[in-house]
């Protein structure tokens, strides 16, 4: 099995996730990591036995053997990064958002086209809540689709960085937050068809960790409502001003519901005419005849982000949550900031194949009695 060689760009927080999956995988190492000021590249590099350090990235993918790049940098970094090492040949894994515009996110999803590369671009939905739930969105157990709705809402972020200043991070809470429903709601359920949003700042004045006092410019209080073809609506909430975290998505039946993470269970379906085997009967949100499945495993290549992405490198196979449906999950980002701002519908110009079939007569709701 061939060796493959990763860098890392970026040493936030937020790497140490890739660096500590990679760790469990055969054949697989970080030969550099990345970032801005070489301190941080070489303390990072240190804390995970990386052999060497930079604080250019061009430098290092020009003097690395690299198989793939891993980008985990501040949001409106992303595009450079990953447009210079797809040029060069190189696979990229992205940390989310894709980027801080849809012309640049369009950009990366067709040069990684043009050259064969995988880029693999996060969110990654597929854990065992997800992958159970794909087995009751099914109209026998939950009759016809007719609505959904996901959030993300969290008290805001902590540290007083580029989360709160517009000029660096080109986006506030849908960025940061909303994408996660988005793309959770969508790979479920397939592509939307418009967008109609409300989008502000509710507090230009905050107390963060510590209780220093900053002002923010970006939006930290969105709604979205999406279309299907079928005439159903999704609603995606992120308000970066609750006293909790809440992060669920909620798929409505004519005769019953599919709701994951939420009410303290990882998965539960709401399924009164048809009784779930082998699974757990609860009440849930005060309704009874509602059921938690036993999870199913992940495949192998889904146990996680790193898992997944290598799985591709060896097969050349695209992930199964491709970079054409996280450009549908982002354009639909990008409208719902465009409908807040003219107060019109947006409707949709891209699309993508799913990985996994829905019925299509799941979502007809008018040619018969239901």
């Known amino acids: 099995m061939k060796q493959l060689k990763l860098g890392m760009v970026g040493s936030g927080d937020i790497s140490n996730r890739f660096f500590e999956q990679a760790a469990k995988l055969e054949n697989v190492t970080f030969v550099a990591t990345c970032a801005k000021r070489l301190e941080n590249a070489k303390n990072k590099a240190e804390a995970y036995n990386v052999a060497r350090w930079y604080d250019d990235y061009i430098q290092m993918m020009d003097t690395e053997e690299l198989d793939a790049v891993v980008v985990t940098t501040p949001h409106s970094v992303h595009a450079e990064v990953v447009l210079a090492a797809l040029e060069r040949g190189l696979h990229v894994l992205n940390e989310k958002p894709m980027a801080t515009s849809f012309d640049d996110c369009k950009k990366m999803v ?15 939905d597929l854990n065992p809540a997800f992958t159970t739930a794909l087995e009751f969105i099914k109209e026998e157990v ?40 988005i793309s959770r709601l969508i790979s479920l359920l397939g592509p939307a068809q418009s967008v109609t949003a409300e989008v502000n700042t509710l507090i230009p004045n905050r107390i963060v960790k510590g209780g220093k006092e900053i002002h923010s410019d970006v939006d930290d209080n969105a709604t979205v409502i999406v279309e299907f073809a079928g005439g159903q609506h999704a609603v995606f909430r992120t308000l970066w001003a609750t006293s909790f975290n809440t992060n669920n998505t909620i798929i409505y039946g004519r005769k019953g519901t599919v709701a994951i993470n939420d009410c303290g269970f990882p998965l539960v379906v709401h ?3 048809v009784p779930i085997p082998d699974a757990e009967e609860v009440t849930w949100r005060g309704a009874k005849e509602c059921y938690v499945p036993k999870l199913l495993p992940s495949a192998s290549s889904e146990q996680n982000i790193m898992s997944h992405f290598i799985h591709c490198l060896r097969t050349g196979e695209q992930p199964k949550q491709t970079a ?43 040619s018969q009695f239901i």
């Open 110 to 124: 067709e040069l990684s086209e043009q050259n064969n590369k995988i880029f693999m671009s996060l969110p990654y």
């Open 142 to 181: 939950i009759g016809k689709i007719t609505g959904a709705e996901a959030q993300l809402n969290i008290p805001g972020p902590g540290r007083d960085n580029w989360y709160y200043n517009r000029e660096i991070s080109h986006g506030g809470a849908i960025l940061d937050c909303m994408v996660y429903p």
């Open 271 to 273: 399924s009164p005419n």
């Open 324 to 366: 054409r449906l996280q450009l549908h999950v982002h354009e639909i980002m990008f409208a719902a900031y465009k409908s807040a701002e003219s107060g019109q519908r947006y409707m949709l110009t891209t699309t993508f194949e799913p990985w996994h079939k829905l019925d299509t007569g799941i979502f007809d709701t008018k």
